[in-house]
Antibody, heavy 123, light 111 residues
Framework: QVQLQESGPGLVKPWETLSLTCTVS?????????WGWIRQPPGQGLEWIGI???????YYNPSLQSRVTISVDTSKNQFSLRLSSVTAADTAVYYC????????????????WGQGTLVTVSS | QSVLTQPPSASGTPGQRVTISCSGS????????VYWYQHLPGTAPKLLIH???QRPSGVPDRFSGSKSGTSAYLAISGLRSEDEADYYC????????????FGGGTKLTVL
């Protein structure tokens, strides 16, 4: 059974960097597929942050591109999110998820998700 | 404000059929697969429909998806109380909105 688990600080100060890690079990990231981050601010809808292919190729939401970095560590079967210069608008539940495709034009169908982690930006 | 437009709310009584729409454009729905998610509070979103009209294993056949031109639809038949949730469409996009875009979500209430 594929499982994903987010980890990282639940509180980040304004203008600092948010860092989260997603640990995958039950499937080897190096076997393929895209791996993504999605967030949901309080009272709002889902927002796609970005995805990474197992080879390291990344695609980001243009509205966040200047601040976001997604990386993968296949030796640890993990992928990570870094979001710099955060503000209160970045307060959200952050999810990591798997997209079981190898063709970027077909991404969007995330089949396995982590349970989500609330990150609050506050001093 | 998402480039994919969903009605903010929908409702139905148990046993009814409800349809949720997702309206886009030629640069997104018109060119890419559409996916539908069910999101219950405090849980992770669940993939209900992939590649426009395909149900993942374990999703009841009460849920069905379709696409026509630049719009997509999620139909739920035999409505049950446990179907009360938020529903999101998602698809790809050629514009500056990003590789994957989500609709604004529809809150389904079972009366």
């Amino acid at each position: 059974q594929v499982q994903l688990q987010e980890s990282g600080p639940g509180l980040v100060k304004p203008w600092e960097t948010l860092s989260l890690t997603c640990t995958v079990s039950g499937y080897s990231i190096s076997s393929g597929f895209y791996w993504g981050w999605i967030r949901q601010p309080p009272g709002q809808g889902l927002e796609w942050i970005g995805i990474i292919y197992h080879t390291g190729t990344t695609y980001y939401n243009p509205s966040l591109q200047s601040r976001v970095t997604i990386s993968v560590d296949t030796s640890k079967n993990q992928f990570s999110l870094r979001l710099s210069s955060v503000t209160a608008a970045d307060t959200a539940v952050y999810y990591c998820a798997r997209d079981p495709v190898d063709i970027v034009a077909t991404v969007g169908g995330f089949d396995y998700w982590g349970q989500g982690t609330l990150v609050t930006v506050s001093s | 404000q998402s480039v994919l437009t969903q009605p903010p709310s929908a409702s139905g009584t148990p046993g009814q059929r409800v349809t949720i729409s997702c309206s886009g454009s030629s640069s997104n729905i018109g060119s890419y697969y559409v996916y539908w998610y069910q999101h219950l509070p405090g849980t992770a979103p669940k993939l209900l429909i992939h590649r426009n009209d395909q149900r993942p294993s374990g999703v009841p056949d009460r849920f069905s998806g379709s696409k026509s031109g630049t719009s997509a639809y999620l139909a739920i038949s035999g409505l049950r109380s446990e179907d009360e949730a938020d529903y999101y469409c998602a698809t790809g996009d050629d514009s500056l909105s990003g590789l994957v875009i989500f609709g604004g979500g529809t809150k389904l209430t079972v009366l």
